[in-house]
């Protein structure tokens, strides 16, 4: 295991940022950190960097304990943290020696790898711009490529695609799988479930609390057989008389289509087409689905809440 | 080199910088020349009207007297003493002089003649001067009549004055303010500059995120605080040899001691002084704060190190409290070795104190130090 992080706590007064989280990530593993904001997805990257000292609990990089041997688990480490945090007065080769130089990388690799990987991220021709002037996405990619100039074996991103669009963010998500096949292990934060996706597995952060890790094929199985898609107009009222039906316990828009989380797909599958046609609601479909991501954070986290009270 | 790289990052953004970079070198230069025109205690060409009753030659040898001390310049030659009042009140004229219709004669007689004088007492420095410079003047004078009576009556050379107070100023004989001043203004400019450049410079890294990266990579915290410090002590020492430099040429000051002491105890007092600044940093959290603390902290370095106002007519409380300041030591070091050249075995007791409080100041700052977030 590269990453091993064993139920780490911190707390900022009263606010419980992380609760017990553990994880463990493998070379050639991207695992997705989703929940939403203020789940304390940037506080656990911060404990795993070290960045934090964690109240409880302990994190190792490539088997180097961050608290003890900080210097050894950095030298293994890239983070791109969910801030622009490089230098604004500096120009892009510039901060990308610095942070090669104060971390040992000799200049002659210098030299070659910062050549190498401003070409990996599509930085090339920037070398003198300021980073300061770069766009959201450009200051991502740099920010990417100060991360690995070290050659990490682990490698932290905190949000990388926020603010960026598309088209870069599907750059991004192929870098990442570069990165994978060389043996690298990867944590992304992320609020977007077309993300988390991509990801080996994924863990379902909430108040600082892991409520579940898994494959996304593992975790969209709990809900197989739970999930209706409804495509009906007008949607409002739809979506109304469908939460009405006993069986049914959640209804989420997707577009112009309902998912509905039901108890059993049976009951809602025979009674919904009558309900709705009396009401005067035209139905175009209404079938079981495969279950997505969101579906089953939706329900993870309702149950949560349901436990809390 | 770790260290190396830091400080070339931190000169790259100081140069990138525009108004930090002015306010390091043209801050200094422009300091000096405020305190050294403005702060100046050196009153001269106070103002004087004149109502001169007898004009006679008697008269007019008194008022040369005036004339030849450069401390007065007589503007004004009136008619009556209510010009005098109106030139005074309306700030033409800060000193009057009536001089009565019989002064001649009275002199001449052989009796004391009455001279009156008036001053503006509404700025009390150039009051104070102006008051001992008018009896000092007026003195000589009658002095001089005296031994011409004397002499007149054929007892010259017998009467040479029972006792003669000579009074004689060392180290700054013409009692220049700016001699005084452009020493101290080192100490002032040093502690001022390292206090806000380092503590800002410092909490920068934490207010724009850049901290974040610097955390994760291996520089040592000890690293991360000489890569910050250094660039700000070459700074430093290149400001201290502008003013030096400044005050020579443009004040005059001449430099009595050894200057490699200078630069050598000037080095020990940054210390102190940078450690104050980590201090600072270490409890603020954005660049406006850290300069505010600085400035905060300037205030009693200023007052209470005897800079402006000579620390033994402070109350007793006060001095105390003097010395907890670093200044006031330097201030000392710095005006021995400029104005009188003393060496370093008449400092002694400065060094010292110096040298417990950098070694405190920066112990203190460097265990509070962390390269951490929390
Ligand atoms: N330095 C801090 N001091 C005090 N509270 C903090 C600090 N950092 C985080 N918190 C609190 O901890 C909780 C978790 O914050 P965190 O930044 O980890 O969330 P996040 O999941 O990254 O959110 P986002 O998606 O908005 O970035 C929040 O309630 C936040 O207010
Ligand atoms: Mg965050």
Same mark, same amino acid.
């Given at each position: 295991?590269?990453?091993?992080?064993?139920?780490?706590?911190? @707390?900022?007064?009263?606010?419980?940022?992380?609760?017990?989280? *553990?994880?463990?990530?493998?070379?050639?593993?991207?695992?997705?950190?989703?929940?939403?904001?203020?789940?304390?997805?940037?506080?656990?990257?911060?404990?795993?960097?070290?960045?934090?000292?964690?109240?409880?609990?302990?994190?190792?990089?490539?088997?180097?304990?961050?608290?003890?041997?900080?210097?050894?688990?950095?030298?293994?480490?890239?983070?791109?943290?969910?801030? !622009?945090?490089?230098?604004?007065?500096?120009?892009?080769?510039?901060?990308?020696?610095?942070?090669?130089?104060?971390?040992?990388?000799?200049?002659?690799?210098?030299?070659?790898?910062?050549?190498?990987?401003?070409?990996?991220?599509?930085?090339?021709?920037?070398?003198?711009?300021?980073?300061?002037?770069?766009?959201?996405?450009?200051?991502?990619?740099?920010?990417?490529?100060?991360?690995?100039?070290?050659?990490?074996?682990?490698?932290?991103?905190?949000?990388?695609?926020?603010?960026?669009?598309?088209?870069?963010?599907?750059?991004? +998500?192929?870098?990442?799988?570069?990165?994978?096949?060389?043996?690298?292990?990867?944590?992304?934060?992320?609020?977007?479930?077309?993300?988390?996706?991509?990801?080996?597995?994924? &863990?379902?952060?909430?108040?600082?609390?892991?409520?579940?890790?898994?494959?996304?094929?593992?975790?969209?199985? %709990?809900?197989?057989?739970?999930?209706?898609?409804?495509?009906?107009?007008?949607?409002?009222?739809?979506?109304?008389?469908?939460?009405?039906?006993?069986?049914?316990?959640?209804?989420?828009?997707?577009?112009?289509?309902?998912?509905?989380?039901?108890?059993?797909?049976?009951?809602?599958?025979?009674?919904?087409?009558?309900?709705?046609?009396?009401?005067?609601?035209?139905?175009?479909?209404?079938?079981?689905?495969?279950?997505?991501?969101?579906?089953?954070?939706?329900?993870?986290?309702?149950?949560?809440?349901?436990?809390?009270? | 080199?770790?260290?190396?790289?830091?400080?070339?990052? =931190?000169?790259?953004?100081?140069?990138?910088?525009?108004?930090?970079?002015?306010?390091?070198?043209?801050?200094?230069?422009?300091?000096?020349?405020?305190?050294?025109?403005?702060?100046?205690?050196?009153?001269?060409?106070?103002?004087?009207?004149?109502?001169?009753?007898?004009?006679?030659?008697?008269?007019?040898?008194?008022?040369?007297?005036? %004339?030849?001390?450069?401390?007065?310049?007589?503007?004004?030659?009136?008619?009556?003493?209510?010009?005098?009042?109106?030139?005074?009140?309306?700030?033409?004229?800060?000193?009057?002089?009536?001089?009565?219709?019989?002064?001649? =004669? #009275?002199?001449?007689?052989?009796?004391?003649?009455?001279?009156?004088?008036?001053?503006?007492? @509404?700025?009390?420095?150039? $009051?104070?001067?102006?008051?001992?410079?008018?009896?000092?003047?007026?003195?000589?004078?009658?002095?001089?009549?005296?031994?011409?009576?004397?002499?007149?009556?054929? #007892?010259? $050379?017998?009467?040479?004055?029972?006792?003669?107070?000579?009074?004689?100023? +060392?180290?700054?004989?013409?009692?220049?303010?700016?001699?005084?001043?452009?020493?101290?203004?080192?100490?002032?400019?040093?502690?001022?500059?390292?206090?806000?450049?380092?503590?800002?410079?410092?909490?920068?890294?934490?207010?724009?995120?850049?901290?974040?990266?610097?955390?994760?990579?291996?520089?040592?915290? +000890?690293?991360?605080?000489?890569?910050?410090?250094?660039?700000?002590?070459?700074?430093?020492?290149?400001?201290?040899?502008?003013?030096?430099?400044?005050?020579?040429?443009?004040?005059?000051?001449?430099?009595?001691?050894?200057?490699?002491?200078?630069?050598?105890?000037?080095?020990?007092?940054?210390? *102190?002084?940078?450690?104050? &600044?980590?201090?600072?940093?270490?409890?603020?959290?954005?660049?406006?704060?850290?300069?505010?603390?600085?400035?905060?902290?300037?205030?009693? @370095?200023?007052?209470? @190190?005897?800079?402006? !106002?000579?620390?033994? $007519?402070?109350?007793?409380?006060?001095? +105390?409290?003097?010395?907890?300041?670093?200044?006031?030591?330097?201030?000392?070091?710095?005006?021995?070795?400029?104005?009188?050249?003393?060496?370093?075995?008449?400092?002694?007791? =400065?060094?010292?104190?110096?040298?417990?409080?950098?070694?405190?100041?920066?112990?203190? $700052?460097?265990?509070?130090?962390?390269?951490?977030?929390?």
């Amino acid at each position: 295991m590269l990453i091993e992080a064993n139920n780490l706590h911190k @707390s900022f007064g009263d606010v419980r940022a992380v609760d017990g989280v *553990s994880l463990h990530v493998a070379a050639c593993e991207a695992y997705g950190l989703v929940g939403p904001d203020g789940a304390g997805k940037t506080t656990t990257m911060r404990l795993l960097v070290g960045a934090f000292a964690c109240d409880e609990g302990e994190v190792r990089i490539a088997g180097h304990d961050i608290r003890t041997r900080p210097e050894d688990a950095r030298s293994n480490l890239g983070y791109l943290p969910q801030r !622009f945090s490089l230098y604004s007065d500096l120009t892009v080769q510039e901060n990308l020696n610095f942070f090669g130089e104060v971390r040992g990388v000799t200049s002659a690799e210098l030299a070659q790898r910062g050549a190498e990987l401003l070409g990996f991220v599509g930085l090339k021709g920037f070398e003198q711009r300021l980073s300061g002037q770069l766009s959201g996405g450009m200051k991502q990619k740099l920010g990417l490529a100060c991360a690995l100039i070290h050659q990490p074996r682990v490698l932290l991103l905190d949000e990388p695609t926020g603010g960026v669009d598309p088209v870069t963010r599907q750059d991004f +998500w192929q870098l990442i799988i570069r990165l994978l096949a060389d043996g690298v292990a990867v944590i992304v934060c992320t609020p977007y479930m077309d993300e988390a996706v991509r990801c080996n597995r994924v &863990g379902f952060l909430s108040q600082g609390r892991l409520l579940t890790q898994g494959s996304p094929r593992e975790l969209t199985a %709990r809900l197989e057989g739970r999930v209706l898609e409804l495509v009906a107009e007008p949607r409002v009222r739809a979506r109304q008389l469908s939460l009405d039906d006993p069986d049914v316990e959640d209804a989420q828009t997707f577009g112009n289509r309902l998912h509905l989380r039901v108890r059993a797909a049976a009951g809602p599958l025979e009674r919904l087409p009558g309900t709705l046609a009396a009401a005067g609601v035209q139905v175009t479909r209404l079938k079981p689905i495969a279950p997505n991501l969101e579906d089953v954070f939706i329900a993870l986290l309702e149950e949560a809440e349901a436990a809390h009270v | 080199m770790r260290l190396l790289a830091l400080i070339r990052k =931190e000169f790259i953004q100081i140069i990138r910088d525009p108004r930090t970079l002015a306010l390091t070198f043209a801050m200094p230069v422009i300091q000096l020349f405020l305190l050294g025109y403005a702060a100046t205690n050196d009153v001269r060409n106070i103002a004087l009207a004149v109502f001169d009753q007898d004009r006679s030659p008697a008269s007019r040898e008194l008022l040369d007297a005036y %004339r030849a001390a450069d401390y007065f310049r007589i503007d004004f030659d009136v008619d009556s003493e209510i010009e005098i009042r109106q030139l005074i009140d309306s700030g033409a004229a800060r000193a009057g002089m009536v001089i009565p219709p019989d002064y001649s =004669e #009275q002199i001449a007689a052989g009796h004391t003649a009455r001279v009156a004088f008036v001053i503006d007492g @509404s700025d009390p420095t150039l $009051a104070g001067t102006a008051l001992s410079a008018a009896t000092l003047i007026g003195q000589a004078q009658s002095t001089d009549i005296a031994v011409e009576r004397l002499s007149r009556q054929g #007892q010259l $050379a017998a009467m040479d004055p029972a006792i003669e107070v000579r009074t004689q100023v +060392w180290y700054n004989p013409d009692l220049v303010s700016a001699y005084y001043m452009i020493p101290a203004l080192i100490g002032m400019i040093l502690q001022f500059l390292t206090t806000i450049l380092t503590s800002t410079a410092i909490v920068r890294e934490r207010e724009r995120g850049t901290i974040e990266q610097l955390i994760i990579t291996p520089i040592r915290s +000890w690293e991360l605080m000489i890569g910050k410090l250094a660039p700000y002590v070459i700074v430093a020492f290149i400001d201290t040899i502008e003013i030096l430099i400044a005050g020579i040429l443009i004040f005059g000051v001449p430099i009595n001691g050894s200057l490699p002491l200078l630069l050598l105890l000037s080095g020990l007092f940054l210390v *102190s002084t940078l450690g104050i &600044g980590l201090l600072i940093s270490t409890i603020s959290n954005t660049q406006q704060e850290a300069m505010l603390t600085s400035i905060f902290t300037m205030l009693p @370095s200023i007052f209470l @190190s005897g800079f402006f !106002f000579p620390l033994a $007519a402070m109350p007793q409380f006060l001095q +105390w409290i003097s010395y907890a300041i670093p200044l006031r030591y330097f201030l000392i070091v710095v005006r021995g070795i400029v104005l009188k050249g003393v060496g370093a075995s008449a400092l002694l007791p =400065e060094i010292i104190a110096l040298s417990v409080f950098a070694f405190i100041v920066m112990g203190v $700052a460097a265990k509070r130090f962390h390269k951490r977030l929390d």
